[in-house]
């Protein structure tokens, strides 16, 4: 009888009696803990494969003690740069026991106890102040203020046509005096 479950985000083929290495978990040494999360389950030839998980199936194991694994070399170099850089790493472990795999455990469920809400003083008197600002009347905007806008942007459009039209009258007699002569140099060339 065999079991893929998911521990630590990672998934694990586990059997009776094994033992394996998982990320480190938050529980103590020799404390008991229990993974539900099992994806496929295996008794006997009859294979059981969750959507996602298997319901009712459990698997119980025991923590043997946290460690650390071996060394890991980081080198980073760039060639023909004088870059390098070297790093070491040890990944912390949790060594497991599997004591069992249940196929039909009932989940054990937190259920969280209803408190009721409690109401201050402070609390009771935010809705009140709420309605309050909601009864006033909002200020409108006059309107006079927007027509002097709209009439400083008029003023301004003008202005920029005007400082159109007096630099269109600017270029075109130095266009002219341009133009003038090369239309006499053609007459010369062809005479």
Known sequence: ?????????QQFK?????????????????AAVEF???????????????TPTVNGALIKAKVIEHLKGDKVIVFHKKRRKGYQKENGHRQSFSKLVIEDILTDAKKTEKK??????KTTPKAAAKPEAKEVKEAAPK?????PAAKKE?????????KKKETKATAEKKAAPKAAKKAAPKK????????
Do not use: C, S, W
């Open 1 to 9: 009888m065999y079991a893929i479950v998911e521990i630590a985000g």
């Open 14 to 30: 586990v059997e009776k009696e094994q033992e394996i290495f998982v990320h480190r978990l938050a529980e103590e040494a020799g």
């Open 139 to 143: 200020a409108t905007p006059k309107k």
């Open 36 to 50: 539900d999360q099992v994806l496929l389950l295996d008794n006997a030839g009859k294979v059981t494969v969750g």
């Open 150 to 158: 709209t009439t400083a942007k008029k003023e301004t459009t003008a």
């Open 112 to 117: 969280a106890a209803a408190k009721p809400e």
């Open 184 to 191: 006499e140099k053609k007459d010369e060339g062809e005479q």
